[in-house]
């Protein structure tokens, strides 16, 4: 599989498996290419670095969330469970209002949020070894710094990462 650099003839091949190297790594954009170690070893410390900040930003987004001025109301239904018996399940509704700072706030966090997200799978995505550990570790950092706090360790109602 291959892709042309803003419509010039030089193409380059796009790996498909996983490689360790630091020539001709072309890092989210086109002007943006590693050709040497000292390239790739700041490259790996800023990816490592972006990827604890997404990891940081998704705790402080939970934490501006619980500290503004919300709403937070509990409904609990019976559901039938197994053997006759019946179970609990609680639903979290949080609101807030629309045409405010808090939230405003979080809708430009958010943006930032997906687009830090997005980046890191991109550069997952060139099959760079290097920038893929960079990606990892960045991220279990970040979890270990941030999310130790935590109140809630696993979200039921978090269906996807």
């Not at 170690?37 to 490259?43: L, P, R, S």
């Not at 790996?44 to 990891?55: G, I, P, Q, S």
């Not at 987004?61 to 509990?74: G, T």
């Not at 997906?114 to 950092?141: D, K, R, W």
């Amino acid at each position: 599989m291959s892709h042309s650099h803003g419509g010039g003839d030089m193409m380059m091949m796009m790996p498909m498996t996983f490689y360790f190297g630091f020539k001709n790594v072309e890092l989210l954009f086109s002007g943006l290419v590693i050709n040497t170690a000292g390239e790739m070893a700041g490259a790996f410390v800023a990816v490592f670095l972006l990827a604890m900040f997404y990891e940081g930003l998704k705790i402080a987004r939970e934490s501006l969330l619980r500290k503004s001025q919300v709403s937070i109301r509990y409904n609990s239904m019976p559901v039938p469970g197994p053997n006759g018996t019946i179970l609990m399940e609680t639903h979290k509704t949080v609101g807030q209002q629309m045409l405010s700072f808090p939230h405003l706030l979080q809708t430009v966090l958010h943006i930032i949020q997906v687009v830090i997200s997005y980046f890191l799978m991109l550069i997952f995505m060139t099959y760079n070894g290097y920038l893929c550990i960079a990606v990892a570790a960045g991220a279990g950092t970040g979890y270990f710094l941030f999310s130790w706090k935590k109140a809630v360790v696993v979200n039921i109602t978090e269906h996807c990462h």
